[in-house]
């Protein structure tokens, strides 16, 4: 590459406020792109690229090379393609690296300078003969949820954007959801995106939204398993935009990519930039005036390059299906070879004949690629309807590419773009198509060498089967034997369905010729395919897969779909009687990987709602006359005595919480959905589902819910060991260091020190800040009452609560810093409410000045049933409404606010005299 980065300096602050922070770049690659000078207009077709959370503008340059590459080193190839195709100028917005994931108001300052960006763009283009009226829009993780939801904001340009490719952005659920702008500007834009796809909707801006969104094409590309940062579930698009207007693939079944691809490098991958400037050079339309084809030759354009060509959704584009180029063949005088099966090797000169009936199946797989019968090419292939001559249709163009597996290739890597070894190349054709024809004909016109093609016609009940794992569970497996195979076999598993759990295959008397056996495995919405070659039956496989995930909307199970795993399974067994055991069982310690990446913000919401059942036990404790117990004493009985009690209420809460009607009254008595009313959209549509409770499954009893309340049990005991620890060590330097202080002076700085931070949260500060200011103070607390034990109890308990609660509010605290740090001045326009923090600072500057009173039993109840609450809030709403939980905590200390001024002094004494 040849990056140089021209910023667009006129875009300055008399078209938008946020010129001071963000700016736009225009990319050029040096030595081919024409940089402009003053008088010069640009020539291309405008594309925006938007990068993701902390993500920068020099990211684009991958792609845009890619494009300026394939455009001016290449230009004759692709003017075949596409006639009407013209270079690219690639834009690109610099957010000094914003953190778009933790902060909501961040996305919509960054969606509302894009649209006022765009009309620059399109102004850039005015004198031009043609200008274009809209932009491709390319974004990146948080980008791409910017890009939807510029569509929604009152500055958007109609008709601006028509094409949006996205790299890994988490469009079906929040990565984040420690802000609760995030969740309301997600509920807000599924909400607008649904309705403009919706006929029937009565909203008062549906209208709006289906003129703005009926002829955009958005397409989501992921990297599949290799993403840590993002899980590929949440890319999802199936929930929201109907199959005409976009979809969903992973890299994995991307032609000539075939591989996983992390979050960062989804945007310099070579295989994959390769194939994202082809289509996007392929989808330009140079005549019309948005520069781009119309949507349906957009999406076929899409499908041909990203989808594994498998898929009965591509059949649509097929040329057997669709018919368009009929050829007539005469075979007049010709000998007709009718075979079932056929094996060419190095057999020359003759064509094949399958005579076809209903409900047949046609595979085929090849080392060459198959040609075109007007250019006489070595190998062709045609389907046929009888007649005085064969009317036919040749199907070169439906051929795909598959990865080679033989004993000389290591990896998938070697048959890649760019890769030492030529891939395989494949058809098959269902009996939907084949149904409308006479015959398949296959033409070899030349030596084949150490080449070969093998193909076979089977009836289609004869190569489908079904594993039946509906009992597969933790510690069991379920096995099939397939006595006959054919050259390709699909296999469903019913019972292999769910994401958060990976799968362990094993293959059985596999056999090799010309090439190893190898195999797809694969399912639809999203469309999900990964390729296995050179298998051997000594080597199991671990499947996982993507689709029924945690708080993710999916489709609801129909005759025609179904989310099991599909494993198509390609074998030379030709003239062989060769049967196949297939065993799959879960893979447990695979699983708990994935079991973290997904519920890594509910281990958050289950370690506050045990920190608080703790407390709870703690006050009811001391309540009833007894000692403040501590921490670990309370967490260890609780487990010594109600350890089944625990077991059995996080196994019965799943299948409870699917129940439709509990979900429906969770709904209403949940503060987030009465807040915002977009919320409630758990049921967009009759054909999808979302449970977004507990742990977010849609099955019922699982152990799921033990597992992480282990994880978090653990991080807890963790967490008050290192206190212990840190406390002691601070406690023991600070007595040795003599300090003088005046105890009036004292609580003056401190009253003066809290009036300064409410004063700044009320007008600059977001109060988040002034969490994490308590949560130091709290910790002095704990020292200084390091001798007083049963203080000492108290006190930790409820650092240990207010640490955990920390992670909520850290990410704006980081968002916070950054805008400083770029010299972004001004004010949030958010997270200033003072009734969010002032409870908390005057609850913990209370503790630093009050010994731990006696509670009164009317309190004691008080206490228990809002403890209660906030641990049924935590475990049941935790996971995708977590910013509340701060909320919670707020509320909590007013309750203990309470408990320290409504105290009786007098009995105190008297205590204190008795003991």
């Known amino acids: 590459m040849g990056p140089s980065y021209a910023r667009i300096k006129g875009f300055d602050e008399s078209y938008t406020k946020f010129a001071s922070k963000y700016s736009l770049y225009l990319y050029r690659e040096q030595h081919k792109d024409k940089i402009p000078n003053e008088g010069d207009f640009l020539d291309g077709v405008p594309v925006l690229f938007i990068p993701g959370n902390a993500g920068s503008y020099r990211q684009v340059r991958a792609i845009a090379a890619r494009v300026s590459e394939l455009y001016y080193d290449e230009h004759d190839k692709y003017k075949k393609i596409n006639p009407n195709f013209k270079n690219l100028d690639v834009f690109a917005g610099d957010f000094n690296e914003d953190f778009t994931a933790f902060h909501g108001r961040t996305i919509l300052d960054q969606a509302e300078y894009l649209n006022e960006a765009i009309k620059f763009i399109l102004d850039l283009y005015s004198s031009n003969p043609s200008p274009p009226k809209s932009v491709i829009i390319v974004g990146h993780s948080m980008g791409g949820i910017v890009a939807r939801v510029m569509i929604t904001l009152p500055n958007y340009v109609d008709n601006s954007i028509n094409t949006i490719l996205t790299l890994s952005s988490p469009h079906a659920a929040a990565p984040l959801t420690f802000d609760g702008d995030i969740l309301k500007i997600y509920s807000a834009i599924d909400r607008f995106w649904y309705e403009g796809y919706n006929p029937k909707s009565t909203s008062e801006y549906g209208e709006i939204a289906h003129e703005r969104v009926k002829d955009i094409s958005l397409i989501s590309i992921t990297g599949g398993g290799l993403d840590s ?238 594993l039946n794992a509906s009992g597969l569970s933790m510690l069991g497996g379920a096995s099939l034997t397939i006595p006959k195979r054919a050259l390709s076999i699909n296999i469903q598993i019913p019972g292999a369905w769910n994401s958060i759990l990976v799968y362990k295959l094993r293959l059985s008397r596999l056999v090799d010729g010309k090439f190893t056996s190898f195999m797809r495995q694969w399912k639809d919405e999203p469309f999900e395919s990964k390729w296995y070659i050179n298998l051997t039956k000594e080597k199991s496989i671990g499947l996982s897969m993507h689709g029924i995930a945690p708080f993710v909307p999916f489709k609801v199970k129909s005759e025609s779909y179904s989310h099991a795993i599909n494993i198509q399974l390609w074998s030379d067994v030709t003239g062989r009687d060769a049967p196949l055991t297939v065993n799959i069982s879960i893979d447990l310690v695979s699983s708990l990987r994935l079991l973290v990446l997904r519920y890594r913000i509910s281990i958050v919401s289950m370690i506050v709602a045990i920190i608080s059942m703790v407390i709870l036990f703690q006050f009811r404790s001391y309540g009833s006359g007894k000692t403040f117990p501590s921490f670990i004493n309370v967490i260890a009985m609780i487990h010594r005595r109600g350890w089944w009690i625990l077991l059995t209420v996080l196994i019965m809460i799943q299948p409870i919480v699917t129940i439709p009607f509990v979900q429906h009254v969770l709904n209403f008595i949940d503060p987030v959905v009465i807040q915002d009313f977009n919320e409630i959209n758990l049921s967009l549509h009759p054909d999808f589902k979302l449970n977004s409770f507990y742990l977010g499954l849609d099955e019922g009893f699982t152990l799921v819910g033990i597992i992480l309340y282990l994880i978090a049990n653990f991080l807890i005991i963790i967490t008050y060991l290192v206190l212990r620890i840190l406390g002691a060590l601070i406690h023991y330097v600070v007595d040795i260091i003599p300090v003088r202080a005046s105890r009036g002076s004292s609580k003056y700085r401190r009253v003066i020190a809290t009036l300064l931070l409410i004063g700044s949260i009320s007008t600059y500060l977001p109060y988040q800040i002034g969490y994490a200011m308590c949560c130091v103070i709290q910790a002095m607390n704990v020292v200084k009452n390091w001798k007083q034990r049963q203080d000492l109890n108290y006190q930790l308990s409820i650092l240990l609560l207010m640490l955990w609660i920390l992670p909520i509010n850290i990410p704006i605290v980081i968002v916070y810093i950054h805008n400083l740090a770029v010299n972004w001045k001004t004010p949030f326009s958010s997270h200033h409410n003072l009734l969010s923090i002032v409870p908390i600072v005057l609850f913990v500057q209370t503790n630093s000045l009050l010994k731990l009173p006696r509670v009164k039993p009317r309190y004691v109840k008080v206490l228990s049933w809002y403890l209660a609450y906030v641990i049924m809030y935590a475990v049941l709403y935790g996971g995708r409404h977590t910013y509340w939980l701060h909320h919670l905590m707020n509320l909590l200390c007013c309750v203990l606010l309470l408990i320290f001024y409504d105290h009786d002094e007098d009995d105190e004494q008297q205590e204190l005299q008795c003991k």
């Open 229 to 466: 940062t993002l899980p590929a579930d949440y890319t999802s698009l199936g929930f929201l935009i109907p199959p005409n207007n976009g979809f969903t693939v992973f890299t994995t079944g991307t032609p000539n990519v075939w591989t996983p691809i992390d979050h960062l490098a989804i945007v310099w991958c070579s295989q994959l930039r390769q194939f994202i400037a082809e289509s996007l050079l392929e989808v330009i339309d140079s005549n019309a005036p948005g520069k781009t084809y119309p949507l349906e030759k957009r999406m076929r354009i899409f499908r041909k390059h990203f989808l594994s060509g498998f898929e009965n959704y591509q059949s649509q584009d097929y040329e057997s299906y669709t018919r368009s180029n009929l050829i007539e063949v005469d075979l007049k005088g010709k000998t007709t070879n009718k075979v079932k099966q056929l094996n060419m090797g190095a057999d020359y000169n003759q064509y094949n004949m399958f005579e076809l009936e209903k409900g047949q199946h046609f595979s085929l797989l090849a080392s060459v690629p198959l040609g075109k019968y007007q250019d006489k090419a070595n190998t062709v292939v045609l389907l046929c309807t009888k007649g005085n001559t064969l009317s036919c249709v040749d199907v070169s163009p439906d051929m795909v590419t598959i990865p080679r597996s033989t004993k000389d290739t290591n990896s998938l890597e070697d048959s890649t773009f760019g890769g030492s070894a030529n891939p395989f190349y494949g058809l098959e054709f269902n009996s939907t198509i084949l149904d409308n024809y006479d015959t398949i004909l296959v033409i070899q016109n030349g030596e084949l060498g150490d080449d070969f093609i093998v193909a076979e016609l089977n009836q289609e009940s004869s190569i489908n089967y079904k």
